[in-house]
């Protein structure tokens, strides 16, 4: 959630549509909140909703919001001078028109009696926080940062609210609030736009066994005042005409960095455009591997890791990784017609970042010297886990024979994108289908074609040194979407377009791959995985908005 595509933030150079009193594009009276009325740029998404948030028939700030993870990217707003009052008597809020078409463009306080229910698929509502006892609501457009009354109410809204750990929300960021209100108050003589956001990875509030809000792993803010004393201080001045901050949502390690906006810019690059992401659709494309850029919905697990595949600098797919078991989850990835060549001469590679934040975001080979791969085998599987295991092949969720470009195959050629599987099944029924796969959507897919394969597992591992290391699958699936293709096909083909799906069980005998529609291998995965009764695979199940 936060930054996406160019970074969450780009302050100045910012032009996207909002809706919100819920508006395709941005009226006058909204725009007024933004510096020179643009907003960030870079973070178009089918899940985000732009509110030019209203309160009492007036247009007080700017909010983009995130319908699916149920918090706000950013609000974007003016600040007004204050001695930094809160105003205490103002009931939480609600967007009533995220939900519903709806007669009035105005937030509205949360109805007492309990219809919550109407419109919490698209927003958070007061229940989301009832026990979350770890986090408080903390306002990005923050009351103190504003003076009328009807402003400082207008920020009590769920909309413009995110789970903030207290130690955070009540010393440290209220601390750097006050700070910037005051430097604002006494050196900023024209308007002062400040853009407050999040980014996130993955960790969520859950209820009634959902994932309900996202929880920030970073909470950010830059603000931009053109008109200020040149007489000021130089330990403020600097801090002119703009400046930025950031810290870590946590109990330890929170202190508040100020920075230049370029360099929140890059900060927020490298937090967001890293091999392991938070999300995603966060990552400069790495969207582009999903359907409609949305990832498979209802996993329960929180401990995955979401890597982007980078390969030469460049994304080439995503996976869903448990660093627990050492193995994907699935791969998703784009389909490029090829004659079905193996890449046989490039080396097996790991993922660095796994292993540490500040390493590598491409996927690198692993190093010579085998000593050298205990430093990262706590987070992936490592060679070295494969080496005695006779019964069993590398088999890769994104195989090489899907890929055209000689890189593309390559980077398929990552553990981090390999499960163990017995090598019957990955020899016989399993290379089958995916031949089949291939010469299906190299003869009758005309445009795109999105492909994710996973696993299921059981509790069956690969062992070294008396320790489980790499979870054997019990079942392998995947499944196909492309909405544009050969109308003409034969219909034994025909009715399997423009999604469909396949299992297999992952053993010597009664391993034959299973075609189904999509929605009998939903069926068939929510027995057999963690999952939530929302699963879904591909967005809308393969139903293009256009």
Known sequence: MAAWAQTAFLLFSIMLAVIGKVEKELSPECKEFLYMGTPPRGLEHHSVQFICQYYNKK?????????????????????????????????????????????????????????????????AVLDDYTNAILYERGTLNPDEHQNEPDDKAAT???????PVVPEVNNLIWDKQEHMIRKRLNNYCRGTAHIVTGVTTSGKMIRRENMNRIAVPTYLWSAYCCVDYDHNTPFMNRYKFPSFAYYGLNEDENNDMVEVSVQKLEEFLKK????????????????????????????????SFKKICQRYEDKPRYVTLYDSHKHVPIYSAYTFKKSD??????????????????????????????????????????????????????????????????????????????????????????WAEHRDIVRKRLNNYCRGKAFVITGVTTSGHTIRRNNQDRVAVPEYMWSAYCCTEFDQNAPYFVRYKFPVFGAYGLNDRVNNQMVEVPLKNLEKFLKGRMDVDKNFQIFYKDCVSDK
């Open 271 to 302: 937090t967001e455009f890293a091999g392991v992401v938070g999300d995603f659709n966060h990552a400069e494309r790495c969207k582009d591997s999903l359907f409609m850029g949305t990832p498979p919905r209802g996993y329960l697990s929180n």
């Open 59 to 123: 247009p007080r700030y700017v909010t983009l919001y995130n319908t699916v993870d149920h918090i706000p990217i950013y609000s974007a707003y003016i600040f007004k001078r204050s001695e930094g009052e809160k105003c205490m008597d103002v009931p939480w809020m609600y967007e009533p028109q995220l939900s519903t078409s709806s007669e009035t463009d105005e937030m509205q306080p949360f109805p007492r009696s309990y219809v919550h229910m109407n419109f919490e698929d698209a927003q």
């Open 340 to 429: 079905g060549e193996k890449k046989v001469d490039f080396p097996w590679m790991f993922e660095p970042q796994l292993a540490s934040e500040k390493s590598s975001s491409n996927m690198e080979p692993f190093p010579q010297s085998a000593n050298m791969h205990m430093n990262f085998e706590d987070s992936q599987a490592v060679l070295e886990d494969y080496a005695d295991v006779v019964q069993y092949e590398r088999g890769q969720l994104n195989p090489d024979e899907h890929q055209a470009d000689p890189l593309d195959k390559a980077s398929t050629y990552t553990l981090t994108n390999v499960v163990p599987q017995i090598r019957e099944f990955n020899m016989g029924p």
């Open 156 to 162: 009590y809204t769920l909309t413009n609210v995110v």
